[in-house]
């Protein structure tokens, strides 16, 4: 009797120190996807070094120009991917190598520099924070307006020996003064001649 013979599917396998690592976590969802992308080209024999990331192909799962650039570097800086040969014109697309698997073929590519297993030696970088934002103008009534300074910030004028201070009299002091030079001064005029003018007074 005859025994049932199994068909196996290739697959495309990502070790679990690589999902399980913080460099990994840190990816954006893009990136990720493009990483199963690059890892899903690897034959037996190993043809890793000579994976290729290019939008002819890439377009297939959604991956715009830009989207496909940032998560390229993405990869790239995270220690995930490597480039081995750069692309251009009559140069031919760039090649990638994954770098927690060893490359056997290295003929037509670039290996100075590469380093297995990078992703371990990535670190996260300390987001500098932002100074708070200040507005400097202000919507009012549906006009913009230039933003007042607060009290705290708000400069006194520089004192200077050449202001000269001037009295403010109120309009009660004013009516006084005037009441009593009257009745000093102008009273032989009240009593129309009769009485004479105080010259000693104190």
């Known amino acids: 009797m005859k025994s049932k013979t199994s068909k196996k599917h290739p ?6 120190r690589v999902i399980d690592s ?9 990136a990720r996807s493009l990483l199963v992308q690059i890892t899903r080209q690897l034959t037996v024999p190993n043809n890793n070094g000579h994976l290729q990331a290019t939008f002819a ?18 990869l790239i800086t995270h220690g995930f991917i490597y480039k ?3 692309g251009g014109f009559h140069q031919g697309a760039a090649q990638f190598t994954v770098t927690w698997l060893s490359v056997t073929n290295t003929q037509g590519i670039f290996m100075q520099g590469f380093k297995i297993c990078a992703w371990r ?3 996260q970088e300390q987001k500098k924070s932002r100074p708070p934002k200040v507005r400097a103008h202000s919507l009012k009534n549906g006009e913009l307006t230039q933003a007042t300074t607060s009290k705290s910030e708000a400069i006194p004028h520089p004192k200077s020996e050449h202001i000269e201070l001037i009295p403010i009299y109120t309009h009660s002091a004013h009516r006084e003064s005037a ?3 009257a009745s000093i ?11 004479q003018p105080i010259r000693n007074y104190a």
Not at 22 to 29: E, R
Not at 58 to 68: A, E, I, P, Q, R
């Open 179 to 181: 009441r009593t030079t």
């Open 57 to 74: 192909y890439m377009k297939l799962f959604g991956f715009s120009v830009n989207t496909l650039s940032r998560a390229t570097n993405e």
């Open 84 to 86: 081995t040969k750069s």
């Open 185 to 195: 001064h102008r009273l032989p005029h009240v009593a129309r001649g009769r009485m």
């Open 11 to 16: 697959f495309a396998a990502i070790e679990h």
């Open 121 to 123: 030696d990535w670190q």
């Open 22 to 30: 913080p460099a990994y976590a840190d990816l954006s969802f893009s």
